[in-house]
């Protein structure tokens, strides 16, 4: 699904590239709790999540 960039800090980041698709993806809301569920661990999953179901996203 693209290429990640682990940084050596406490919490685990991710790097993500935008690249063009052929086709729009059907519910990109679903695939971000699908893609953030399986590749984040706790506390750090839950932070995102309640970020993603937030009206306003938060950017440090």
């Known amino acids: 699904m693209g290429e990640h960039l682990?940084?050596?800090v406490?919490?685990?980041l991710y790097?993500?590239?935008a690249v063009a698709l052929d086709e729009?993806?059907?519910?990109p809301a679903a695939l971000a709790h699908t893609e953030?569920?399986?590749r984040t661990a706790p506390p750090l999953r839950?932070?995102?999540l309640g970020m993603l179901?937030?009206?306003m996203l938060t950017l440090d």
């Open 6 to 8: 682990t940084l050596q």
């Open 10 to 12: 406490p919490e685990t």
């Open 53 to 55: 179901d937030s009206p």
């Open 36 to 38: 953030v569920t399986r």
């Open 24 to 27: 729009p993806i059907p519910d």
């Open 46 to 48: 839950d932070l995102v």
């Open 15 to 17: 790097g993500t590239y």
